[in-house]
């Protein structure tokens, strides 16, 4: 029966050539938008929530990653290449890969695992020291926090590499060569035929996103400066309240082009090109700014929605259930992707959760690499993601207790 319903979905979904909005990021944003339309109850609330997120965080995540990408493309040092003659060394430089912010040094890390340069324990200290996308977040609104979170990682990743390679030695469940091109070849043709799946382009609104960004990251500094920005657009426009309407535009395309992005796009943190195959760093930037404001403006809403049917319920919950929450953000790291995570730091941001929880899923976070590391060697992601939940228990108790 249950096979019958999908099939006929299925069927239906192409028939009426509605196929391509059956993506959850899809669903959800139709789902959203409608909401919006038919509940005057909770429409401003939904409206307030997406022009927080765009105005307090995504406009200074974007410039973040701007900054940091730059920085990358500068240096231009082939640190995965470097890591092979590292020896004793590995731990410690897949470490700091790991606590760059972003997945993009995680996942150099295990791919060089699998080819056989480096060893597992220097998997465990990249799973352990990486905090992937939601150091962007913390980066961009808490800057000594962010900077103390990705310093411990780093140095816990280092011991753990060390301790993990001494334990089991560098070539502990590393796959065999053959293994790992059969499924380099099945991951490249199974990305060729989603590249032909592409919907439709919403490119155009690649430059209404870059010219709205701009005016909204002064807006953005302005806020945080506790300015009245509606008084400066004068009295008549200040009563139809400009800087909500700039703040929901803005993360509706965000949404937009998170929902509608190209799948031949990868993971966050990959590498971006344009239509003449160079890389392209802005939209590189554009894309990963989409993906942490997807989350963040539904971690927001979870947050709204939370208080306005339980009234201030969320946080007394979360206040009685206090010695579990560290445990319940270490258990959401384990989840592979960024986006739980984002959540777990907008939660912090908003003084739902404690900083121990915020350790705790900062060590027990993986990012975008579990993706790689599932696909190319699964029993040694798995072990090494558990191996990781011993320092994100270990700290986070200890800063829990200690507070």
């Not at 009234?311 to 009685?320: A, L, M, P, R, Y």
Request: charged content about 10%.
């Amino acid at each position: 029966m249950t096979e019958l319903v999908l099939k006929t979905s299925k069927w239906a979904l192409e028939w009426t050539g509605l196929k391509h909005f059956a993506h959850p990021s899809r669903l959800l944003l139709i789902a959203l938008l409608t909401i919006m339309m038919f509940s005057t109850e909770l429409r401003p609330l939904i409206l307030g929530a997406m022009s927080d997120a765009y105005l307090a965080v995504t406009v200074f995540v974007a410039a973040t990653l701007a900054v940091f990408y730059m920085l990358e493309r500068g240096l231009g040092i082939d640190l995965g290449r470097k890591m092979a003659g590292a020896k004793h060394w590995q731990a410690p430089i897949a470490s700091f890969l790991g606590a760059l912010p972003g997945c993009g040094g995680a996942i150099i890390v295990v791919t060089q695992y699998t080819k056989g340069m480096i060893s597992f324990g220097s998997v465990v200290a990249v799973l352990i020291s990486t905090m992937g996308d939601a150091a962007f977040l913390l980066l961009a609104r808490e800057p000594l926090t962010g900077a103390a979170v990705l310093a411990t990682g780093f140095i816990c990743g280092s011991v753990a590499g060390w301790i993990i390679d001494y334990i089991h030695g560098p070539n502990f469940m590393r796959p065999s060569k053959e293994d790992y091109e059969n499924k380099i070849a099945e991951a490249q043709a199974q990305l060729e035929a989603q590249s032909e799946k592409k919907p439709f382009s919403l490119d155009f609104l690649n430059n209404v996103w870059l010219a709205l960004l701009i005016p909204s990251i002064v807006i953005g500094l302005a806020l945080a400066f506790l300015v009245d920005v509606d008084a400066l657009f004068g009295a008549t426009l200040a009563k139809h309240e400009p800087t909500l309407w700039i703040g929901a535009t803005g993360a509706l395309l965000c949404l937009l082009l998170w929902a509608f992005s190209n799948p031949e796009q990868g993971h966050v943190g990959q590498e971006v090109t344009d239509i003449n195959g160079q890389s392209s760093m802005l939209k590189r930037v554009m894309k990963d700014t989409n993906f942490v404001t997807s989350w963040v403006v539904f971690g927001f809403l979870a947050y709204e929605l939370g208080v306005h049917f339980t009234g201030s319920g969320i946080e007394s919950w979360f206040q009685t259930w206090a010695p579990f929450v560290p445990l319940i953000a270490i258990l959401v790291g384990f989840i592979p992707g960024c986006g739980p995570q984002i959540v777990v730091v907008t939660m912090y941001l908003n003084g739902l959760v404690p900083v121990a929880a915020l350790y705790g899923n900062a060590i027990a976070n993986d990012g975008d690499a579990l993706f790689p590391a599932i696909a190319l060697a699964p029993k040694a992601a798995i072990l090494a993601t558990l191996y990781s939940a011993v320092p994100a228990l270990i700290i986070a108790y200890g800063i829990y207790f200690a507070a």
